[in-house]
């Protein structure tokens, strides 16, 4: 069963509001929202100290009282910016930007200080960030070339699985980074199978990724293993350190050993067809047992308990086979 690493999670659920378990009496309510999800009725109450989990210019510009970004930061391709944008080219109200240039100077904060992204940064171009060599450098240049890092974490018998990351049921898992990049790698789980890799045979920038279908592989000794592509896209950027430090995927696969990044032009659609937090538990808790019947096959019973796994369980018990373990788990 899945172990949760970070003890307190947080009842506020990012859209200005909280929620807790309730029972068919409180669907009548009228001081809260009441949903019903696999027979559980959960009450949803707005709250006014709420914080917005990713709070959007529009917002942090005061020209709306609450609004949480659900496009990455992804501006340009944003259809609330767009609209609001059409309402202020008709005079309806401020943008954006024109209600921060009434700000006081010292409160003129760049956007990606504004929106939490950045330390505070004052704006040198008067929000004319087309212009701004440092909008540039950091949608292009620092977000892509940057690690991840892992919020909440659980584990199903010894292998990380973040709640903030997709997974492909071929093991690579995905994640959304500011301005809609997507992020690659290869979860705990398939690098304890199969060890450290000798190399990792990573595709070349602008690559197109088909979903599904072979992206990259790794190289252990004679064993070659391909991997499945989570998500259709152009590659932006490789991670180079693992093309001379590969083991770094093993001690960081969720940090420093991500693989690429990649741009798609629908995201949502994209990674709507990927497991994420409960729906990844539930398979990874799935393949845990797949794998543990594999061993016992080869190795007896495990303990009673189950127990944690090897971080080499090939290189442990190579009798597992290779082919067969990658058939099972990468799907290839």
């Not at 001081?31 to 959960?42: A, L, R």
């Not at 009450?43 to 210019?57: I, R, T």
């Not at 997974?167 to 690659?184: K, N, T, V």
């Amino acid at each position: 069963m899945a172990e949760q690493k970070r003890e307190n999670r947080r009842s506020n659920v990012g859209f200005g509001s909280t929620y807790r378990k309730g029972s068919r009496q409180d669907l009548g309510s009228h001081q809260e929202i009441g949903s019903v999800m696999q027979g559980q009725v959960w009450m949803v109450k707005p709250d006014k100290k709420a914080k917005a989990a990713n709070p959007c210019l529009w917002m942090q510009a005061g020209v709306v009282k609450f609004k949480n970004c659900d496009n990455y930061y992804d501006c340009t391709s944003c259809k609330y910016d767009h609209a609001m944008a059409v309402k202020a080219e008709r005079g309806k109200q401020l943008t954006w930007q024109e209600a921060m240039r009434r700000m006081p100077d010292m409160d003129r904060v760049c956007r990606h200080s504004l929106t939490n992204r950045i330390e505070r940064r004052a704006c040198a171009y008067d929000y004319q960030c087309a212009t701004c060599d440092f909008d540039q450098f950091f949608e292009d240049v620092w977000t892509p070339k940057s690690k991840c890092i892992a919020g909440e974490v659980q584990q199903v018998k010894g292998f990380d699985v973040p709640m903030d990351f997709y997974f492909h049921d071929g093991h690579a898992w995905a994640r959304i980074e500011s301005g809609g990049y997507i992020r690659i790698g290869l979860d705990d789980f398939a690098l304890k199978v199969l060890g450290k890799a000798d190399a990792l045979d990573l595709p070349l920038m602008g690559k197109e990724l088909d979903q599904g279908k072979v992206g990259w592989g790794l190289k252990r000794k004679d064993n070659l293993a391909d991997v499945l592509s989570p998500i259709d896209g152009v590659i932006v950027e490789v991670n180079s350190q693992l093309r001379e430090k590969p083991d770094m995927a093993n001690r960081e696969p969720y940090g420093d050993g991500w693989l690429f990044m990649v741009r798609t032009p629908d995201v949502k659609a994209t990674m709507g067809k990927l497991m994420v937090d409960q729906s990844s538990l539930s398979w990874m808790n799935d393949e845990v047992t797949n794998l543990e019947g594999m061993i016992e096959e080869v190795a007896g019973p495990l303990a009673a308990d189950g127990g944690f796994l090897a971080d080499d369980i090939y290189g442990n018990l190579p009798d597992l086979g290779w082919n067969k373990l990658t058939q099972a788990f990468l799907r290839t």
